[in-house]
């Protein structure tokens, strides 16, 4: 399983962005995607997940923010990024666990959000 991110930019603050991040390899060993962000000093953390059957979880930070989707066809999974915040400046990352690879990580691509 390979992961390809993109979208990330630089943004003024109630803004928008959307992630996308394609799969591909053996796609059909995936059952979670979700995306992370490390910001600068900080530990990686959970942005958001999506499973195959379509369960979402979010934290608690971009709850009604940000909504992550699935587009099976096109092996892509979604992070749109609403109403950003100087504090969602980080570098997110697209994950995948799969159940012969285990957790693959995308590169990184760089929020910023400007004040």
């Known amino acids: 399983v390979q992961l390809q991110a993109s979208g990330g930019g630089l943004v003024q603050a109630g803004g928008s962005l959307r992630l996308s991040c394609v799969a591909s390899g053996s796609i059909f060993t995936i059952y979670k995607t979700g995306w992370y962000r490390q910001a600068p000093g900080k530990q990686r953390e959970l942005v958001a997940s999506i499973t195959v059957s379509g369960l979402t979880k979010y934290a608690d930070s971009v709850k009604g923010r940000f909504t992550i989707s699935r587009d099976g066809a096109k092996n892509t999974v979604r992070l749109q990024m609403n109403s950003l915040k100087p504090e969602d400046t980080a570098v997110y990352f697209c994950?995948?666990?799969?159940?012969?690879?285990?957790?693959?990580w995308g590169q990184g691509t760089l929020v910023t959000v400007s004040s």
């Open positions: 994950s995948a666990e799969s159940s012969t690879s285990g957790t693959v």
